[in-house]
């Protein structure tokens, strides 16, 4: 067994600070040559790499293979909000960045800074495609009246005649936004250049923290927003600061006044779900619970996730318990606690957050990450008591690798970052994104890969070689220390491809191992 040695890289890429995996010592015991790429390589240069990519020291993850949660670990991503769309779920999460001191020491999050809006998606639960960080508020976000993004929501409508996608996020605690797509990937832009929520809204005045929206799209199109939060003069049991709305047509505006709901200990972050004929409003209570008084009546604790039903979307809503408990109680650290209930594929999941990589990161404190969880709905519609883990949701399919990749596509990783690829994603943030800061020793992996009976015969990448000429990827299966190579591809512009060294067939695990450095990858795929 290898000795590890723990670090924490930090990189920026444009505008999005971003998390590298730990690593350890990434000296090579040999000094990778220039090679020319070849459609079918020699058994002489296949020699040759096997002997460098099997004496190479490989990075560190954050992340064992076999678990699934935190959903993503290049970058942090908070608050997290779900939206199922065309066999796939896409996540919106707050872009934390790291802060640091004078000398640049990492340090505690303040939440100040956060401007973008990181975005993933998969069809399997357990593969993730990066698209990037939605430049969402800031000089150089697309709502430039407001200074921060927090805790987005997400849908989607057709709206005259053309399907439309909405982001709202909160402008740190004193209103709320909206941007509008064609994609759910983006490019996002602000359609009302202010905010659609403000303390000039009627009854939101005397909201403590205007912040943290929830969006439901109901069967007939009609769409509500629900958002608020705080404890003021410390009315822990009865805050009163939740409101709810009707959105129009356009989901761009509101109409009528919000209505005032009144979830018991609030602290913040509302959550919305229309299942069988209930409407089920969720949030985060306070941090005054323990050892309240009236506290034994909700069976209920500090930062869980508890809901209330009712048989409308206006209410009066009922309190019916707590579905998740604080993140300290599974994970050690502990903060707040934000989620989002979704249904995909006919069952029920939770996402949230937790702090799990501040510690391994050194970062100070504050920093998040996202989870994905089981929920379980009860035949009388009743929610059960959730649980955080790491190992998260089983893998729901196998992954087809015969179709072109976007190599930002991935289970765990160790050492590189993503960072925005055509001329889009580099302007709004969001859209096509490569693999970047590559290093030797850096690895990337795919979960449950489908080969088929007959197997693949050659494996594709398409690279931005950035004038590095001694890069190539060497694919191995089952286990990245101790697997076995099937295949070597050599880095150059544009699209290369190399015949795999033996069939492999059946469902494995692929481990894309680095060689070389400063090239991007953007996407690959196998053919039989």
Known sequence: MKNWKICSIIAIIGTALLLCGCREDKTMNDTTPTVTPSVTPTAEAAKNWSEIFGNMSLSMTLKAPAMHNPVMTQRFGADPYALVYDGRVYLYMTGDVIETTADGQPKANSYAKINTLNVISSDDMVNWTDHGSILAAGAKGAAKWGGNSWAPAAACKEVDGKMKFFLYFANSGNGIGVLSADSPIGPFTDPINKALISRATPNCANVAWLFDPAVWVDDDGQAYIYFGGGVPNNQFEHPGTARMVKLGDDMISIVGEPVSIDPPFLF?????????????????????????????????????????????????????????????????????????????????YITYHSQILDAPLHTGGGYRCTHIDPLELQEDGSIAMGK?????????????????????????????????????????GSGVM?????????????????FGEDGAGTFSGSFT???????????????????????????????????????????????????????????WSFEK
Request: hydrophobic residues 30%.
């Open 465 to 523: 070689a950035n004038g590095t000429k001694d890069g190539a990827v060497c694919v191995r299966i089952d286990d990245r220390m101790n697997g076995t190579d099937v295949a070597y591809l050599p880095v150059k512009d544009g699209k290369v491809s190399t015949a795999f060294l033996s069939k492999v067939t059946g469902v494995h695990d692929v481990y894309f191992i680095f060689a070389g450095s400063g090239y991007e990858w953007n996407s």
């Open 388 to 428: 955080g883990t790491k190992m998260g949701i089983a893998q729901l399919k196998s992954f087809n690798p015969y179709r072109e990749v976007p190599a930002a596509t991935m289970s765990t990783m160790g050492g590189i970052s993503t960072a925005p690829k055509d001329e889009n994603a580099k302007k709004y």
């Open 268 to 348: 913040e972050d509302s959550g919305i779900n229309h299942i069988g004929d209930k409407y089920y409003y969720s949030y985060c209570s306070n941090f005054n619970v323990d050892g309240h008084e009236n506290a034994g009546k909700y069976n209920l604790a500090n930062g869980q996730i508890c809901y209330m039903t009712s048989d409308s979307p206006y209410g009066p809503f009922t309190y019916q318990g707590a579905i998740l408990k604080n993140p300290g109680s599974y994970f050690g650290p502990g903060g707040n606690n934000h989620h989002c209930i979704f249904e995909f594929e006919g069952k029920y």
């Open 434 to 450: 490569a693999v970047s800061d590559i290093d030797n020793g850096d690895w990337m992996m795919v979960a449950g890969v489908d």
